[in-house]
């Protein structure tokens, strides 16, 4: 655990945050929307600011299709394979555990079996190109959410049909590549997460000893997004700096 401190200066619990414009483009199964994928660590909630749509999920317990329209509020655990569906300007602002890590490295998309067999098979699939305009981004982005999409039909498809086998080894597969990664995603929920929880228990002490001292810390903060319309899983993506 962190060294105890009496303030945390990120986001409320360690959270992160950006804005979604979910992708519109059409998909073979003639719905239009994002890359589904799943998060090994990590929370995610989907506050729906405008448009509508769905998020298609899928775990060991099955399939389900969860509506969204502005006022929505939606989460889910580790583990969820979540496809988002846009019906129309469908915009989200997403939330997510340990200072936004979901958009910084813990996501395994639902590749086809083979192009998950290691990690540099896997990071050649769905790397996106840095030094290439932003319709050959748009391209690629593209690329990798049709890759995606037909391992997450196959995946839902085997599971409909009593077959749990496709989806555990897809856990096992996104285990895999995820493990090298593990000692740096602790390292930032110790900074993130468990330092804001560590900040709360000695905010508490200070209280029930009465003393007021740790109040003159207070602080206040403000960021505009550092980087506005990146291309990510699930659409554009305005994002900010809140670690």
Known sequence: MPETCETYAGLPGGIGVSRLRVYDWPTADGLRG???????TCSEGYAVTGGRGAVQTLTASGFRQTPLAPGALVWFT???????????ELEITVLMQNCGLPEAGDAVLTLPP???????????????????????????ARHRRDLAIEGFTALREATESGDPEPLAAFHRAAVALARPLAAAWR???????????????AQLDHLERGDADYLALASVRAER???????????????????
Do not use: K, S
């Not at 994002?34 to 090994?40: A, F, I, R, S, V």
């Not at 580790?78 to 129309?88: A, E, F, K």
């Not at 390292?187 to 228990?201: F, K, L, M, N, Y």
């Open 225 to 243: 997004p550092a980087a506005r319309g990146r291309f990510g899983m699930c659409g554009r993506l305005d994002v900010y700096d809140v670690a």
């Open 78 to 88: 580790p583990g969820t394979i979540h496809r988002l569906v846009n019906d129309g």
């Open 114 to 140: 083979p192009l998950l067999a290691d990690p540099e098979t896997y990071r050649a699939a769905v790397a996106l190109p840095t030094e290439a305009t932003e319709a050959e981004q748009a391209t690629a």
């Open 187 to 201: 390292a930032r929920w110790r900074e993130g997460a468990a330092a804001a929880a560590g900040a709360t228990g």
């Open 34 to 40: 994002g890359t589904p994928h799943l998060h090994l």
